[in-house]
C-alpha cells in the first residue's frame, strides 16, 4: 500500500480535496527547495475558507453578491465571508493619541519629497546579460578612473561615454523627487556627497552609473494635521487586520481540523 505524499485533511468533517490544494497551491509560491510550504500555505488558506464559510451558514448569512469590479460580482461564497466579517469584526475607534503618538515617533516617515540635482553618465546593460554587464562595470570603472583624477571631465566623457539621453546636457538629470527614479539609484542619491563624484559605480537594472550629487533638498515634515487622514486610515487599517485575527483564531480553535495544523504554518 503506497503512503499518500499529503495526509487528507478535513474541516469540521468536509474534506480538502488534493485537487483542491494544488489549484490554490499557485496562488502560494515558496523559496527553491521547498515544495512542500506552498502545499502547506495553500491548505492553511483553505482551511480558513471553509471555517469562515461553515460560520457563515450557521449563522445563516446568503446575502447577495456586491460588484467588486466593473462587470464582476463577488461570488456567493465571497459575499458571505465579507458579510460574516462585517457583522463580527468591530475594531475600536482610532485613538488621537495613538495618531499623535505615530506621528511624533517616526517624523521621517511624513517628511515632504526630498529634491535632487544629479548628472550621470550611464554604461547600459539589461540584467539578464551578464556579459554584457561584466563589459559595463569595467568600462564605467575606468571612466570613474579617469574622472577621480579630472572631475571637471565630467561633462564631456558624459557626452562621449553615457548611453543615456541626459548625455547632450553633460550628464545632467534636472530636478528629481522621491519616487522619480528606481530605488537603487535614488538611495545612492540619498548618500552621495554634494558637490562630488560618488566614490563607487552604482548598479541598477539599466546597468552602471557613475553619479554625481549637484545639489540635494531634504524635504520638510508635514504638519500632524496634514498627515493625519493619511495616519488614521493607515492606523484603521492596522486595527482592523488585528480584531480580524482575533475573531479568526476563535473560530479556528472552536473548529474541528484533521490531519493539519494551520497554526503551524508560516
Partial sequence: MTTPLFPEITVNGTPLSAAEIAAEAQNHPAPAGKPGLAWRRAARALTIRRVLLDEAERLGLHPAPEEVAPGKLETPEEAQIRELLAQNVQPGPVDEAALRRAYADNPDAYRAPTLFQPAHILFAAPPEDRQARAAAKIRGAAVLDTLRASPRRFAALAREESACSSRDAGGQLGQL????????????????????????????????????????????????????PRLAEACEKAMWASAASAYLAELMDRAEIAGFDPRAVA
Fill in 177 to 228: 523627487s522621491s519616487g522619480d527614479t528606481v530605488p537603487e539609484f535614488e538611495a545612492a542619491m540619498e548618500t552621495a556627497p554634494l558637490g562630488d563624484i560618488h566614490e563607487t559605480l552604482v548598479e541598477t537594472r539599466y546597468g552602471f552609473h557613475i553619479l554625481r550629487m549637484d545639489a540635494r533638498a531634504r524635504g520638510e515634515v508635514l504638519p500632524f494635521d496634514t498627515v493625519r
